[in-house]
């Protein structure tokens, strides 16, 4: 089959990033590090929304998170205030705690993008894992493009292109639309992971490892490499996250 016959790449649009974690984070990091202090007035959302570059609705849902973690209070009438006890230990534990959070929710989300995966990969019949392995050549040359112009926003779009197409033959519309749930959900934390040149160069080669396991008709194969693949990003995730942490 010649790649002329293969159906092209259509670009996908990129999911919304959940600018309200990230938001949430950088005002805890201002009242640990004094900006804001205990029992000072914060900002009205519009003010801080600007200051931080983002969104009043991203500002109104950090300050729900910073809330519920104790670290900011809300006055009816009055506004939003550190709380008076923040600059003791326990305000570095809740910091601390938000990243947590979002870290173990991405690590459940990964696992469950794994199983869902694998599964849907495993119903691939054996006799369309040529047609598959031929697109998903098609995609990781893109992909290898992408990365020698350092094009991360198409890198990321291209390797959700990558995970979806194996999905299309695995015969469960369901499980389909499930781990391409998934997939959408954990779009930002791909697109972090991927804009570091030597993560993506090691996403890269697992991806070569997966388009074999097809090229050889062994879905088995694929669905396992897919499984490593998986853990193996969610290791990157985590680094991503811990040098981003250190050099803020």
Known sequence: MSYSNVAEVTPRPDPPERLSDVT?????????????????????????????????????????????????EAHVG???????????????????QLFELHMNELADLSEVRELLEATAIRRVPSDRCAVIAERLSIVLASAESALEQEDYATLAR??????SIPLEYCGNRALQVLANGMIVAMGGATREVLAAHDRATASLIEHQRIVGAFAAGDP????????????????RRVMARAAKAISE
Not at 60 to 71: C, T
């Open 24 to 72: 949430a984070a950088h005002i805890a990091r201002l009242i640990e590090n004094g900006t804001y202090a205990p029992g000072q007035q914060l900002p009205p959302e519009r003010d801080l929304a600007e200051q931080l570059g983002v969104s009043r609705t991203a500002v109104r849902e950090a300050f729900r998170a910073l809330q519920a973690l104790g670290l900011v």
């Open 78 to 96: 009055r506004g939003r205030f550190v709380t008076l006890d923040a600059d003791d230990k326990r305000s570095h534990y809740l910091a601390g």
């Open 158 to 163: 291209l390797d959700s292109e990558f995970h």
């Open 220 to 235: 088995e194969l694929a669905a396992m490499l897919t499984g490593h693949h998986q853990n193996s990003a969610q290791h």
